[in-house]
Nanobody, 127 residues
Framework: QVQLVESGGGLVQAGGSLRLSCAAS????????MGWFRQAPGKEREFVAA????????YYADSVKGRFTISRDNAKKTVFLQMNSLKPEDTAVYYC????????????????????WGQGTQVTVSS
């Protein structure tokens, strides 16, 4: 049974930082591309960042580029999202997701592409 469990969310003031973690079990973690998405109330789920299974390639939404960093530790089966210079518009539920057979880079940005999802962790940034 595959499980992705996010942690590290919380309430932070604008300009602050948070580090999200996503611990995976039940899958060969090192074979999966991992992604982070977020969903704000009343909005669609949107891509935030992704990292290839070798960690050699990372991808970011323009809105977080230069502020967020995705990384992974295959030995610990965990993917991280370091979020700096947080803004109120970053407020959302953050989800991690896993995909094994990526058909191409454009599919990284599409939620429907992913095989597995976590339950999400709330991030709230106050102004």
């Amino acid at each position: 049974q595959v499980q992705l469990v996010e942690s590290g969310g919380g309430l932070v003031q604008a300009g602050g930082s948070l580090r999200l973690s996503c611990a995976a079990s039940g899958l060969t973690f090192s074979s999966y591309t991992m992604g982070w998405f977020r969903q704000a109330p009343g909005k669609e789920r949107e891509f935030v960042a992704a990292i290839s299974w070798t960690a050699g390639n990372t991808y970011y939404a323009d809105s977080v580029k230069g502020r967020f960093t995705i990384s992974r530790d295959n030995a610990k089966k965990t993917v991280f999202l370091q979020m700096n210079s947080l803004k109120p518009e970053d407020t959302a539920v953050y989800y991690c997701a896993a995909i094994k057979n990526l058909r191409g880079i454009p599919y990284l940005y599409q939620p429907d592409t992913y095989d597995y999802w976590g339950q999400g962790t709330q991030v709230t940034v106050s102004s």
